[in-house]
């Protein structure tokens, strides 16, 4: 295969990924791909995934036991600077709260407790599996003590 001075020389399979529209999965996809597949190990039935509501959007939900998991995923390349669960600073938590509790009014559930879990992935760049996976339990705080939404 010729090519033009000054242009970069693609490979084969490269030029054929373009042709056919083949791309890279961005980072967060697969994160969140990486985390539903350990929760799903851990005994957590996804039920459902990117659920928005005004403006608020929650990565992955489940049902553990007798609690409606909300989860927020976080994924990043190296802890050089911090852990990915560390990421989730205050205004992030408000806004997952309110999202959930606008969920759960839109949607009507009966019978299950809400719990904020926060789910951390490193996957290193150019790697094919992620170095590791991390959940938190709990991590953020839904209501009050009693039950309610």
Do not use: C
């Amino acid at each position: 295969m010729r090519t033009a001075p000054g242009r970069k020389k693609v490979g084969f399979w490269e030029w054929v990924g373009r042709k056919v529209g083949v791309r890279e999965v961005p980072l967060a996809d697969r994160g969140e791909a990486a985390a539903a597949r350990y929760l799903r190990k851990q005994g957590v039935r996804i039920v459902s995934r990117n659920r928005r509501h005004r403006g608020g959007e929650i990565d992955l939900i489940g049902i553990e036991g007798e609690f409606l998991v909300f989860v927020e995923v976080r994924t990043r390349t190296s802890e050089e600077y911090m852990r990915p669960e560390d990421s989730v600073r205050h205004w992030k938590k408000r806004a997952l709260v309110r999202t959930v509790r606008g969920l759960a009014r839109r949607y009507g559930v009966k019978g299950l407790r809400p719990r904020i879990d926060v789910v951390g992935v490193v996957w290193p760049a150019g790697a094919k599996s992620p170095a590791a996976v991390r959940w938190w339990k709990g991590a953020v705080r839904v209501g009050g003590g009693n039950g309610d939404w």
